[in-house]
């Protein structure tokens, strides 16, 4: 990605913090008398320590020249040295031409290093707010549990939809309407129903099944599961992703609101289930208590 004049600037910065540093550490007397100060050792002790905070400023800015942080630690560092060499100017009495010389130099770097800041800032919150709005636009999840079982067995659970809500417990029930269309209906907020209708997009025997919302749906959203042999003939992979996004601009997180939880963890746990219903029968321990809002898991029978 091209790197934008803000951030070419700060690289300039970079390099500046770089070499000052490196003459502050190597030659602090020079540095003293190049800027009015006394060259005695309590001056050039602290230009050695000024110089180490600007090696390390200067090398966080050239390993991320877009992070504003480190820009706005420059400009810390410029305020305590315009401190440092007027107070020193001041109580030393020497060299009032130089020391006013430099500290006019580093109001100016001061100012450079604040707008650079700035610019970067500014860059910063608005690509927050770019990547906050996509992900409000779209949100994907994607989990996986390994089930002791065959493939050929587990994908036939999975593929008659009625299964479903023996397991993931936000649902109410999933009834097939014929031509690959199914019924859905699930458990919402405040005891609320909401229905919807899906597709099957995609049914691999024994690999993949697919399906997404039909249109007219209260939210738009998908889901595919994947089978594979697990390693070690361990049973199956199982591998569930989930997308939902708004059909208009505004997105109320009907999915986050009807699962009770953030989705991935919701998946997690209905997979647990799954991985019980398989295994044992029926689901016998349930995580249904981390939120309030959630449903006590349902037997393999469907009762509760």
């Known amino acids: 990605m091209p790197r934008t004049q803000s951030q070419n600037i700060a690289s300039g910065l ?4 770089i070499g000052l540093g490196l003459a502050e550490v190597a030659a602090p007397g020079a540095v003293a008398s190049l800027v009015g100060l006394p060259g005695n050792s309590a001056t050039r002790n602290v230009l050695r320590v000024f110089g180490i905070r600007e090696l390390a400023t200067g090398i966080g800015i050239l390993k991320n020249p877009g992070e504003p942080g480190w820009i706005w630690a420059r400009v810390a560092g410029d305020a305590l040295d315009i401190a440092a060499l007027w ?12 020391s006013a010389t430099a500290t006019a130099a580093l109001i100016g770097l001061t100012v450079m290093d604040a707008f650079c800041g700035a610019q970067l800032s500014t860059a910063s919150k608005d690509a927050g707010e770019r990547n906050g709005s996509k992900a409000k636009r779209s ?19 999975w593929h008659d939809f ?57 939210f738009k959203n998908s889901g595919s599961v994947r089978f594979e042999p697990a390693p070690g003939n361990r049973g199956t992979l199982v591998r569930v992703e989930m997308e939902y996004a708004p059909f208009g601009v505004v997105f109320p997180s ?6 009770g939880v953030d989705v991935g963890q919701r998946i997690q746990h209905d997979l647990r289930n799954f991985k019980q219903v398989l295994e044992l029968g029926e689901v016998t321990r349930s995580d249904a208590s981390i939120h309030a809002a959630m449903h006590p898991a349902r037997p393999a029978n469907g009762h509760a």
Do not use: C
């Open 14 to 17: 970079g390099w500046f913090s």
């Open 254 to 259: 009907v999915m986050g609101k009807m699962l």
């Open 87 to 98: 107070t020193g100017a001041q109580s030393n009495g020497r060299d009032t031409a130089r």
């Open 162 to 218: 009625g299964n479903l809500p023996k397991f993931m417990t936000f649902l109410e029930s999933v009834e097939s309407t014929g031509d690959r269309r199914s019924h859905w209906t699930a458990n919402g907020p405040a005891g609320a129903q909401v229905e919807w209708d899906a597709d099957i997009v995609v049914d691999e025997p024994n690999r993949e099944i697919a399906w997404s919302s039909a249109e007219g749906a209260p």
């Open 139 to 157: 949100n994907r999840v994607s989990r996986s549990i390994i089930v002791d079982r065959p493939v050929e067995e587990v994908y036939r659970f």
